[in-house]
C-alpha cells in the first residue's frame, strides 16, 4: 500500500527555495574561481573604471569647448601628470623617511612598554619575552611562505605594468566610446528586459561612480587634517604620516585607523604623552567629523549600505582577495545593493528607454548618456 500523505507545503517551498539557492551559490563559486584566474585583468578593468570615474567629469567639462578626442586626451594626460607626481613625490619626499618611522614608531611601542610594566598595569617584562619568542616562532615557521611571497611578487613586476597599461588603455575606450560599449551589452539581452538593464546599468555606474569619488575627497581631507594637526604639534614625519592615513582610509572601517595609531605612537616617541594625547583627541575628533558630516554629505547617495555590512564586506574580501579585496569590497557590494534594490522596485513597464530610475535628473537611454562617462 503506497503512502499517498501529501508533502507540507512548507516543506515543497522549502526545497524550491533550497535548490535554487544552491545553483546560484554554483554559479557564484565559478564567477570568483574565474576571477581568481584572471586578477589581474580584473583588477585593471577595475582601475581602469576609478580613472573612468575620475577623469569623467573633467573630459564632460571640456567638450563643450573642444572636441571629444582632445577632451579625453587631455582629461588622460592630466591623470597620469597626476599619478606620476604622486610617485615622484613619495620617492624623493618620502622614501628616504620610512626608516626613520620605523624607529620612531619601534621607540614609542619601548616606551608604551615601559609604561605597561608600571603600576597599574604590572605587565613583567618576561611577558613582552613571550609574545616576542611566539611571533619569532611564528615568523619562523612560516618563512617559506614569505620567501614564496616574495619571489613571486618579484616576477609580477612586468605584470603589473601590463595592467597598469591595461587599466590606461580600458580607461580611454571607456571615456571615449562608453556609449557604443553600453549600447553593444545591452543589444544582447531581450528586447523587454532591455530598459531595466539600462537603467540598472545606470544605478551600478552612478553608486561606483559617486562611491570612487566620495573615497578620495574623504581621504584627502582625513590626510589633510592629521598632516595640518602635525605639523603644528611639530611630531616628526608628518608627511609620511598623512600619506599613511591617506592611503589607509581606502580600506574601510580599520586602514584609516591602524594609520592613526602609527601616528599617535610616532607622536608619543618624538613629543611626549601630552602631545600623543593632543594627537589622539585630534584623531578622535577627525572620527566624529568623518562619520556626521563627510560620510552623510559626500557618500551617502553612493553608499547606502549598514556599517555591518561594510565589516562583512571587507573580511569577506579580504579572505577572497588579500588586500585588494577588502579594497573593492565595499563600492561591489554597493553595486549589487544599488542594482538589486533597482531590478525588485521597478518592472519593465516602469522604465522605458530614457526615464530616470535613479531619481538624479540623468538620462538612463544608453545613446544620451553611456553609465561609463556618468
Same mark, same amino acid.
Given at each position: 500500500?503506497?503512502?499517498?500523505?501529501?508533502?507540507?507545503?512548507?516543506?515543497?517551498?522549502?526545497?524550491?527555495?533550497?535548490?535554487?539557492?544552491?545553483?546560484?551559490?554554483?554559479?557564484?563559486?565559478?564567477?570568483?574561481?574565474?576571477?581568481?584566474?584572471?586578477?589581474?585583468?580584473?583588477?585593471?578593468?577595475?582601475?581602469?573604471?576609478?580613472?573612468?570615474?575620475?577623469?569623467?567629469?573633467?573630459?564632460?567639462?571640456?567638450?563643450?569647448?573642444?572636441?571629444?578626442?582632445?577632451?579625453?586626451?587631455?582629461?588622460?594626460?592630466?591623470?597620469?601628470?597626476?599619478?606620476?607626481?604622486?610617485?615622484?613625490?613619495?620617492?624623493?619626499?618620502?622614501?628616504?623617511?620610512?626608516?626613520?618611522?620605523?624607529?620612531?614608531?619601534?621607540?614609542?611601542?619601548?616606551?608604551?612598554?615601559?609604561?605597561?610594566?608600571?603600576?597599574?598595569?604590572?605587565?613583567?617584562?618576561?611577558?613582552?619575552?613571550?609574545?616576542?619568542?611566539?611571533?619569532?616562532?611564528?615568523?619562523?615557521?612560516?618563512?617559506?611562505?614569505?620567501?614564496?611571497?616574495?619571489?613571486?611578487?618579484?616576477?609580477?613586476?612586468?605584470?603589473?605594468? #601590463?595592467?597598469?597599461?591595461?587599466?590606461?588603455?580600458?580607461?580611454?575606450?571607456?571615456?571615449?566610446?562608453?556609449?557604443?560599449?553600453?549600447?553593444?551589452?545591452?543589444?544582447?539581452?531581450?528586447?523587454?528586459?532591455?530598459?531595466?538593464?539600462?537603467?540598472?546599468?545606470?544605478?551600478?555606474?552612478?553608486?561606483?561612480?559617486?562611491?570612487?569619488?566620495?573615497?578620495?575627497?574623504?581621504?584627502?581631507?582625513?590626510?589633510?587634517?592629521?598632516?595640518?594637526?602635525?605639523?603644528?604639534?611639530?611630531?616628526?614625519?608628518?608627511?609620511?604620516?598623512?600619506?599613511?592615513?591617506?592611503?589607509?582610509?581606502?580600506?574601510?572601517?580599520?586602514?584609516?585607523?591602524?594609520?592613526?595609531?602609527?601616528?599617535?605612537?610616532?607622536?608619543?616617541?618624538?613629543?611626549?604623552?601630552?602631545?600623543?594625547?593632543?594627537?589622539?583627541?585630534?584623531?578622535?575628533?577627525?572620527?566624529?567629523?568623518?562619520?556626521?558630516?563627510?560620510?552623510?554629505?559626500?557618500?551617502?547617495?553612493?553608499?547606502?549600505?549598514?556599517?555591518?555590512?561594510?565589516?562583512?564586506?571587507?573580511?569577506?574580501?579580504?579572505?577572497?582577495?588579500?588586500?585588494?579585496?577588502?579594497?573593492? #569590497?565595499?563600492?561591489?557590494?554597493?553595486?549589487?545593493?544599488?542594482?538589486?534594490?533597482?531590478?525588485?522596485?521597478?518592472?519593465?513597464?516602469?522604465?522605458?528607454?530614457?526615464?530616470?530610475?535613479?531619481?538624479?535628473?540623468?538620462?538612463?537611454?544608453?545613446?544620451?548618456?553611456?553609465?561609463?562617462?556618468?
Amino acid at each position: 500500500m503506497s503512502d499517498t500523505t501529501p508533502v507540507p507545503r512548507g516543506l515543497r517551498v522549502a526545497a524550491a527555495y533550497g535548490w535554487r539557492i544552491l545553483i546560484l551559490s554554483a554559479v557564484a563559486y565559478l564567477v570568483i574561481s574565474l576571477l581568481a584566474r584572471l586578477e589581474l585583468v580584473f583588477i585593471a578593468l577595475f582601475v581602469g573604471l576609478i580613472f573612468t570615474a575620475i577623469v569623467g567629469p573633467m573630459v564632460r567639462f571640456l567638450n563643450n569647448y573642444i572636441p571629444h578626442f582632445l577632451a579625453v586626451t587631455l582629461g588622460m594626460l592630466t591623470l597620469l601628470g597626476v599619478i606620476v607626481g604622486i610617485i615622484g613625490f613619495i620617492t624623493n619626499s618620502v622614501a628616504g623617511e620610512w626608516g626613520t618611522l620605523a624607529q620612531e614608531f619601534s621607540q614609542g611601542i619601548g616606551q608604551i612598554e615601559r609604561w605597561l610594566e608600571g603600576p597599574p598595569f604590572n605587565v613583567h617584562g618576561e611577558d613582552f619575552t613571550v609574545w616576542y619568542d611566539t611571533a619569532r616562532v611564528w615568523v619562523l615557521d612560516h618563512r617559506g611562505d614569505f620567501v614564496k611571497g616574495a619571489l613571486g611578487s618579484a616576477g609580477t613586476v612586468l605584470e603589473g605594468f #601590463a595592467g597598469f597599461a591595461l587599466a590606461i588603455f580600458s580607461a580611454v575606450c571607456f571615456i571615449g566610446g562608453g556609449d557604443g560599449i553600453w549600447k553593444w551589452t545591452i543589444g544582447l539581452f531581450p528586447r523587454q528586459t532591455k530598459p531595466r538593464v539600462d537603467g540598472a546599468g545606470h544605478v551600478a555606474w552612478v553608486s561606483f561612480a559617486g562611491y570612487v569619488r566620495g573615497i578620495i575627497i574623504v581621504a584627502a581631507s582625513n590626510a589633510v587634517f592629521v598632516c595640518v594637526l602635525l605639523l603644528i604639534l611639530g611630531v616628526p614625519l608628518a608627511v609620511p604620516l598623512s600619506l599613511l592615513v591617506f592611503f589607509g582610509t581606502f580600506i574601510p572601517l580599520i586602514g584609516a585607523p591602524i594609520a592613526m595609531i602609527v601616528a599617535v605612537v610616532v607622536a608619543l616617541a618624538g613629543k611626549g604623552p601630552v602631545t600623543a594625547l593632543i594627537v589622539l583627541a585630534g584623531i578622535v575628533l577627525l572620527g566624529q567629523l568623518e562619520g556626521h558630516v563627510l560620510q552623510p554629505l559626500v557618500m551617502s547617495r553612493a553608499v547606502n549600505i549598514h556599517p555591518l555590512a561594510v565589516a562583512v564586506a571587507v573580511a569577506s574580501g579580504s579572505i577572497l582577495a588579500g588586500l585588494a579585496g577588502a579594497v573593492i #569590497a565595499v563600492p561591489v557590494v554597493s553595486v549589487i545593493y544599488g542594482v538589486s534594490k533597482f531590478w525588485i522596485q521597478t518592472s519593465p513597464r516602469d522604465t522605458p528607454l530614457g526615464s530616470d530610475p535613479t531619481g538624479t535628473g540623468a538620462a538612463q537611454s544608453a545613446t544620451d548618456l553611456p553609465p561609463l562617462t556618468a
